[in-house]
């Protein structure tokens, strides 16, 4: 079945970096473009970074441009997200999801990323 | 960066109601939305994409209207597992962006 596990989350101190990984599994992972969607505590869904199936195409939210990097990796089934200089205000849980054309159909568990002093 | 406006931001209806939750997108998206359910706790789970497709094995008391900038989701017969906050999504261009959600509450 079709699987999107969240991992590298944890808690940072403000400016630091870290790195999220979404490992896939039971579908054609290079057919599919893929997507980070956060949610901070108690609020409604963000989306924040997306990369195209090719790796050819890469989107980011305007709050995290030039801070966060989205990669993936055909040969291991896998998409990271690499975070440098968070804030407070990147605290949330992330999601990878999956979309093959359309809205996202298969999501992660989500992964919760702290930054706090 | 197109903005979602999602009405109402809750709802309280009794179990068999007909629900409606509307979503208006600043400018046009053609059919580029889909609507998602969250239930507390879990992540999002697609129930219509492309306006007004169901997600294979969705409930059929969902459905999804509109086209443009306007568009619906319409639960018939609301269940007690149908508690969860709905968000809209627009995915006609970059950054795609959601709208604020509706928490729908049983009476």
């Known amino acids: 079945q079709v699987q999107l596990v969240e991992s590298g989350g944890g808690v940072v101190q403000p400016g630091r970096s870290l790195r999220l990984s979404c490992a896939t599994s039971g579908f054609s992972f290079s057919n599919y473009a893929i997507l980070w969607v956060r949610q901070a505590p108690g609020k409604g869904l963000e989306w924040v970074a997306g990369?195209?199936?090719?790796?050819?195409?890469?989107n980011y939210a305007d709050s995290v441009k030039g801070r966060f990097a989205i990669s993936r990796d055909n040969s291991k089934s896998t998409v990271s997200l690499q975070m440098n200089n968070l804030r407070s205000d990147d605290t949330a849980t992330y999601y990878c999801a999956r979309s093959f054309t359309a809205s996202p159909d298969h999501w992660g568990q989500g992964t919760l990323v702290t930054v706090s002093s | 960066a197109i903005q979602m406006t999602q009405s109402p931001s809750s709802l309280s209806a009794s179990v068999g109601d007909r629900v409606t939750i509307t979503c208006r997108s600043s400018?046009?998206?053609?059919?580029?939305l889909g609507w998602l359910q969250q239930k507390p706790g879990k992540p999002p789970k697609l129930l219509i994409y492309v306006a007004s497709t169901v997600q294979g094995g969705g409930p059929s008391r969902f459905s999804g209207s509109g086209s443009g900038t306007d568009f619906t989701l319409t639960i018939n017969s609301l269940q007690p597992e149908d508690v969860a906050t709905y968000y809209c999504?627009?995915?006609?261009?970059?950054?795609?962006?959601f709208g604020q959600g509706t928490k729908v509450e049983i009476k």
């Open positions: 400018q046009g998206i053609g059919h580029d």
């Open positions: 990369i195209s199936y090719d790796a050819r195409n890469k």
């Open positions: 999504l627009q995915n006609y261009n970059f950054p795609w962006t």
